[in-house]
């Protein structure tokens, strides 16, 4: 018994030990060479990401505290309010923190796959890369989330105007 | 043996002056490294488009100017069909912009051939 639970604990240890994702010697000879390249690359999607976060967060921004919020007032003063539109509020508030949020751990990730040494230290970059990459996706999923809510809320709106 | 009377020694007020201004140094670049890690460790840097390297595009700050920033929607008032299609009108607008950018976060931007690592 202590033998099988030896042999176990090795087998275990042995796959924590392991990179997550495993990469080729020819991804390994490509990012040692490509370095500089792949790091320059990496930059221009730090910039660009920077740019469609202002660009996408101040439409968000702008649709909640002009349009949503200010509909939903005046939506209760003259008893229209609908349990539907405050949860839709709700729900599109805290995804846009949520996208913020998202974004710095995002960005975090991103610049410390910035400052890793490709050349020497391949396998840990393209480890913090598989890393870097989910989080994006995350990012990708947020702005989903939140035109989706958005176009629920118009659905919404729309369905007020029988009320009318 | 006379004793000689030597003058009591004053504190210099160059010496004084330059601990003072070591002193302020210290203060101001100890302080700084405070703020700083502040705004890195807050996550405030990653959301700032003031600092170096990524201060907006002419073109960009062109495009987003005249962004329909004047329209708020009433809080009060007696809500009328008209009241909803104006805010729809609006509303849609500004969903056009938002989906005028185009894949933002895709997935592929990140992938290795995207990023130059052969297979």
Same mark, same amino acid.
Not at chain 2, 74 to 92: A, M, R, S, V
């Given at each position: 018994?202590?033998?099988?639970?030896?042999?176990?604990?090795?087998?275990?240890?042995?796959?924590?030990?392991?990179?997550?994702?495993?990469?080729?010697?020819?991804? !390994? /000879?490509?990012? #040692?060479?490509?370095?500089?390249?792949?790091?320059?690359? $990496? +930059?221009?999607?730090?910039?660009? *990401?920077?740019?469609?976060?202002?660009?996408?967060?101040?439409?968000?921004?702008?649709?909640?505290?002009?349009?949503?919020?200010?509909?939903?007032?005046?939506?209760?003063?003259?008893?229209?309010?609908?349990?539907?539109?405050?949860?839709?509020?709700?729900?599109?508030?805290?995804? !846009? /923190?949520?996208? #913020?949020?998202?974004?710095?751990?995002?960005?975090?990730? $991103? +610049?410390?796959?910035?400052?890793? *040494?490709?050349?020497?230290?391949?396998?840990?970059?393209?480890?913090?890369?598989?890393?870097?990459?989910?989080?994006?996706?995350?990012?990708?999923?947020?702005?989903?989330?939140?035109?989706?809510?958005?176009?629920?809320?118009?659905?919404?709106?729309?369905?007020?105007?029988?009320?009318? | 043996?006379?004793?000689?009377?030597?003058?009591?020694?004053?504190?210099?007020?160059?010496?004084?002056?330059?601990?003072?201004?070591?002193?302020?140094?210290?203060?101001?670049?100890?302080?700084?490294?405070?703020?700083?890690?502040?705004?890195?460790?807050?996550?405030?840097?990653?959301?700032?488009?003031?600092?170096?390297?990524?201060?907006?595009?002419?073109?960009?700050?062109?495009?987003?100017?005249?962004?329909?920033?004047?329209?708020?929607?009433?809080?009060?008032?007696?809500?009328?069909?008209?009241?909803?299609?104006?805010?729809?009108?609006?509303?849609?607008?500004?969903?056009?912009?938002?989906?005028?950018?185009?894949?933002?976060?895709?997935?592929?931007?990140?992938?290795?051939?995207?990023?130059?690592?052969?297979?």
């Amino acid at each position: 018994m202590k033998k099988y639970l030896l042999i176990a604990t090795v087998f275990l240890a042995g796959l924590i030990s392991l990179p997550a994702f495993a990469i080729s010697d020819v991804q !390994k /000879s490509s990012i #040692t060479d490509n370095c500089s390249t792949i790091k320059e690359n $990496l +930059e221009k999607i730090q910039k660009s *990401d920077a740019r469609a976060r202002v660009y996408l967060g101040s439409y968000y921004e702008v649709i909640l505290t002009k349009f949503i919020t200010p509909l939903n007032v005046r939506l209760v003063e003259n008893n229209l309010s609908t349990a539907d539109l405050v949860e839709n509020q709700n729900e599109f508030a805290d995804a !846009k /923190s949520v996208f #913020t949020n998202d974004y710095i751990s995002y960005q975090q990730h $991103l +610049e410390d796959l910035v400052t890793i *040494d490709c050349k020497s230290e391949p396998e840990a970059f393209y480890d913090k890369l598989i890393k870097v990459r989910q989080k994006r996706k995350i990012m990708e999923q947020d702005v989903l989330k939140l035109r989706t809510l958005i176009s629920q809320h118009i659905k919404l709106v729309d369905g007020i105007k029988g009320k009318l | 043996m006379e004793e000689v009377d030597r003058p009591e020694k004053k504190p210099s007020g160059a010496r004084n002056l330059v601990v003072l201004g070591i002193l302020a140094s210290v203060i101001a670049i100890l302080t700084t490294s405070i703020s700083l890690m502040i705004y890195h460790n807050s996550g405030d840097i990653y959301l700032d488009r003031s600092r170096p390297g990524f201060l907006p595009d002419e073109e960009e700050i062109e495009e987003g100017g005249d962004k329909e920033e004047e329209y708020l929607f009433e809080k009060t008032g007696k809500l009328e069909i008209k009241d909803i299609e104006e805010y729809l009108e609006k509303l849609n607008s500004e969903v056009k912009a938002i989906d005028s950018y185009e894949k933002p976060f895709s997935a592929d931007v990140l992938s290795d051939e995207h990023l130059g690592i052969s297979d």
